[in-house]
């Protein structure tokens, strides 16, 4: 039903307006997003085009005309196309200023192909992500990460399904206690066991003081006891699990996570002078792209650098400076997805290039904060010091449906104080950006 109506709307745009580009900037709603699809078949034989389709006024264009049945053969093909041209079919009622900060999704009708809410939170992203197979203990996070949405329903009608998911979390861990305790790596046993001990005693308070129905007490006890959930997984990975390729093995790398802090300068706010937020950075899925960025760090190449608007309205970005290695030479670093099911990242071409359009990655833009590499938009290997951090949440954009994943590198997510994001303008400066734990991880630095 969703794609017949897109397809309806979209062959009526046409036929009420006289031609539409065909060109290579991409699908463009001006001034709010832009994402490319191409096809090498189906109306475009023998090329490489990218669709476009523009919701202003002004349809006029002495550029390729796009006949209606050579949309919709496109559009049967591709989610992607079906979901922006949903989205760009819809009139331009607002400047892109004043849809920086949209949440609410743009067609409610898409909803209906999502199998379930995406994971939106940083946390809970960062942990699915860990290259571990232990069931039990994924299965003691699931009963524990659940409570979020139980806690939706207002008053205490939501503490007794709380109580089953803390009651099923204790049941698995006490059950399996010997097998999560086996998964874990020789070297960091003594601390797993200190881990194991506080989260047995943390599920059995945290029953007790759901007895006393007071909903307050439940979602700090959870981020206490999901914290916990979290080292005993870090605790599991014995070893970096997979082998650079040749050419970026001498790059910096971070084989692992670290942990950030990055202090900004707010200014002309009174309610936000120094913002502190934290930020984890993940090696195990993008080492050459964390590498890169834990190693300007250390350079303290971002410290008195000022934030900058991206042209999506859709992030905030740090400056585009380019990076000289000490060979004199641009450092620049590869396009790096993660694809869930795969043992070492993808390298150099987009998942939308290599026809993986069902793919999911690993590390999605589904969190607010989301942080990435910028590149250039005809070059997918130009990343190089220019990040951004996603500024909405993906209601209705989950891992291989939005237009984002499988094209730019994440490496990692704002885990503490992301809501600040927002609160950054033009002008306001990055006074530090500090790494306070996995510095160890960091591997060929440059300085």
């Given at each position: 039903?969703?794609?017949?109506?897109?397809?309806?709307?979209?062959?009526?745009?046409?036929?009420?307006?006289?031609?539409?580009?065909?060109?290579?900037?991409?699908?463009?709603?001006?001034?709010?997003?832009?994402?490319?699809?191409?096809?090498?078949?189906?109306?475009?034989?023998?090329?490489?085009?990218?669709l476009s389709i523009?919701?202003?006024s002004d349809m006029n264009s002495k550029d390729h005309e796009v006949?209606?049945?050579?949309?919709?053969?496109?559009?049967?093909?591709?989610?992607t196309c079906v979901a922006v041209t949903a989205a760009l079919l819809t009139p331009l009622s607002a400047t892109a200023s004043d849809v920086a900060f949209q949440r609410g999704p743009a067609i409610s009708e898409l909803s209906v192909l999502i199998s379930g809410p995406p994971i939106k939170d940083a946390n809970a992203l960062?942990?699915?992500?860990?290259?571990?197979?232990?069931k039990p203990i994924k299965e003691v996070q699931k009963s524990l990460e659940e409570i979020t949405e139980e806690m939706k329903v207002p008053g205490e009608k939501a503490l007794g399904p709380v109580e089953r998911s803390v009651r099923q979390a204790a049941r698995v861990f006490n059950q399996n206690k010997a097998q999560i305790l086996a998964d874990i790596a020789p070297a960091k046993k003594q601390?797993?066991?200190q881990l194991l001990s506080s989260l047995e005693d943390g599920l059995q308070d945290y029953q007790k003081q759901l007895e006393t129905k007071d909903r307050s007490t439940v979602f700090p006890k959870q981020k206490e006891l999901l914290r916990l959930v979290g080292n005993i997984e870090e605790a599991m990975v014995s070893k970096f699990p997979f082998e650079i390729p040749e050419e970026f093995a001498n790059r910096p790398l971070l084989k692992g996570r670290a942990t950030l802090e990055m202090k900004v300068n707010v200014k002309d706010n009174p309610n936000v002078k120094d913002a502190v937020l934290q930020i984890v950075v993940d090696g195990y899925n993008a080492p050459v792209t964390a590498g890169n960025f834990v190693d300007l760090v250390q350079r303290k190449f971002y410290d008195g650098m000022e934030i900058q608007r991206g042209v999506w309205s859709l992030y905030r970005s740090m400056s585009s400076l380019t990076v000289i290695s000490a060979t004199g030479k641009v450092r620049t670093v590869p396009l790096e997805i993660m694809v869930d099911g795969e043992k070492e990242p993808i390298y150099g071409a987009t998942l939308e290039e290599l026809g993986k359009y069902k793919a999911t990655t690993t590390l999605p833009f589904n969190a607010f904060g989301t942080m990435a590499m910028a590149r250039e938009e005809f070059d997918n290997d130009s990343g190089s010091s220019q990040v951004f951090w996603l500024l909405k949440e993906s209601e209705l954009t989950p891992s291989s449906a939005n237009i984002l994943d499988g094209r730019y590198t994440v490496f990692g997510y704002v885990t503490e104080?992301?809501?600040?994001?927002?609160?950054f303008k033009v002008g306001d400066v990055i006074e530090s950006i500090r790494v306070v734990n996995g510095l160890e991880n960091l591997v060929n630095p440059s300085y």
């Amino acid at each position: 039903m969703v794609v017949s109506t897109v397809l309806q709307a979209a062959q009526g745009s046409l036929a009420t307006a006289s031609t539409s580009r065909l060109g290579s900037a991409g699908f463009h709603k001006e001034g709010l997003f832009g994402a490319q699809c191409r096809h090498r078949s189906i109306g475009v034989v023998g090329t490489r085009r990218s669709l476009s389709i523009r919701a202003s006024s002004d349809m006029n264009s002495k550029d390729h005309e796009v006949s209606p049945n050579v949309l919709t053969k496109i559009l049967q093909t591709c989610a992607t196309c079906v979901a922006v041209t949903a989205a760009l079919l819809t009139p331009l009622s607002a400047t892109a200023s004043d849809v920086a900060f949209q949440r609410g999704p743009a067609i409610s009708e898409l909803s209906v192909l999502i199998s379930g809410p995406p994971i939106k939170d940083a946390n809970a992203l960062l942990r699915y992500a860990l290259p571990i197979q232990n069931k039990p203990i994924k299965e003691v996070q699931k009963s524990l990460e659940e409570i979020t949405e139980e806690m939706k329903v207002p008053g205490e009608k939501a503490l007794g399904p709380v109580e089953r998911s803390v009651r099923q979390a204790a049941r698995v861990f006490n059950q399996n206690k010997a097998q999560i305790l086996a998964d874990i790596a020789p070297a960091k046993k003594q601390e797993a066991e200190q881990l194991l001990s506080s989260l047995e005693d943390g599920l059995q308070d945290y029953q007790k003081q759901l007895e006393t129905k007071d909903r307050s007490t439940v979602f700090p006890k959870q981020k206490e006891l999901l914290r916990l959930v979290g080292n005993i997984e870090e605790a599991m990975v014995s070893k970096f699990p997979f082998e650079i390729p040749e050419e970026f093995a001498n790059r910096p790398l971070l084989k692992g996570r670290a942990t950030l802090e990055m202090k900004v300068n707010v200014k002309d706010n009174p309610n936000v002078k120094d913002a502190v937020l934290q930020i984890v950075v993940d090696g195990y899925n993008a080492p050459v792209t964390a590498g890169n960025f834990v190693d300007l760090v250390q350079r303290k190449f971002y410290d008195g650098m000022e934030i900058q608007r991206g042209v999506w309205s859709l992030y905030r970005s740090m400056s585009s400076l380019t990076v000289i290695s000490a060979t004199g030479k641009v450092r620049t670093v590869p396009l790096e997805i993660m694809v869930d099911g795969e043992k070492e990242p993808i390298y150099g071409a987009t998942l939308e290039e290599l026809g993986k359009y069902k793919a999911t990655t690993t590390l999605p833009f589904n969190a607010f904060g989301t942080m990435a590499m910028a590149r250039e938009e005809f070059d997918n290997d130009s990343g190089s010091s220019q990040v951004f951090w996603l500024l909405k949440e993906s209601e209705l954009t989950p891992s291989s449906a939005n237009i984002l994943d499988g094209r730019y590198t994440v490496f990692g997510y704002v885990t503490e104080n992301e809501e600040l994001l927002a609160d950054f303008k033009v002008g306001d400066v990055i006074e530090s950006i500090r790494v306070v734990n996995g510095l160890e991880n960091l591997v060929n630095p440059s300085y």
